[in-house]
């Protein structure tokens, strides 16, 4: 075979080889599939697979509010799992879980997924967020599943912006409140009693007038 044509079917066979890949990545779970990006956390123990984990803090930076652990979390087993709880390996900060509807423990079924964070889905809240992580850090995080018990992963903490904006805190920090102006002080006299005026008789009016019946009696006497 000539060099020509030997080149030409090396460069064949790389062309082949990278449709083939790329066709790949348009099937099952993977991160092109559920839009994950690839260099964020993911591991797997056992049945469970997480992929996407992100602590997403406030969008602006110091800004107090809570934070969110957002994450994607796979069930290829044959039995249901519960998210029992995360907790931030080396820091003080909280998680309280919420399912997408209703009350009661985050469920993964059986062949299943859930995630977390973002409008309508599970959430995993971090009520002192500000406190609890640090944007630009990695923090490493332990999930606690019912059968397939703690599985630890390090997740970037990042800002609720760009592509992590709608998958950030639900509740934003309010303005602060200005101080209430207390309502104007009444006078202290003006609502004790009525003021003295015109309208008052005197105390000495009444006795010192002459009534009709004196005055007819008066006339009817002889002069």
């Known amino acids: 075979m000539s060099r020509s044509l030997r080149h030409g079917a090396l460069a064949a066979t790389a062309i082949a080889f990278s449709i083939a890949a790329l066709s790949a990545c348009g099937a099952g779970n993977n991160a092109q599939t559920l839009e994950v990006r690839p260099d964020n956390a993911a591991t797997s123990v056992g049945a ?18 809570p934070a969110v652990v957002a994450a994607t979390l796979f069930n290829n087993g044959t039995k249901a799992e519960t998210l029992d709880s995360i907790t931030l390996t080396g820091s003080s900060g ?52 019912s059968r397939s018990g ?34 104007e002080a009444t006078p202290s006299g003006s609502a004790s009693g009525t003021p003295g005026g015109p309208s008052e008789t005197p105390s000495g009016s009444a006795s010192n007038s002459v009534t009709p019946t004196d005055a007819a009696s008066d006339s009817a006497q002889p002069g």
Request: aromatic fraction near 4%; glycine fraction near 14%; charged fraction near 15%.
């Open 48 to 65: 469970i697979k997480i992929q996407n984990a992100n602590v997403i803090t406030q969008p602006e930076d110091g800004a107090k509010g």
């Open 150 to 183: 703690d599985i630890t992963l390090g997740a970037s903490v990042v800002p609720a912006k760009h592509y992590f904006e709608g998958f950030g805190p639900s509740s934003l920090p309010e303005p602060p409140k200005l101080p209430s102006e207390s309502p």
């Open 94 to 145: 909280s998680v309280q879980l919420h399912p997408a509807e209703g009350s009661g423990p985050v469920v993964v079924p059986a062949g299943g997924r859930v995630v977390l964070g973002g409008k309508g889905n599970a959430a995993a809240v971090i009520a002192n967020g500000s406190e609890a992580a640090q944007n630009g850090n990695v923090q490493p995080l332990v999930f606690k599943f």
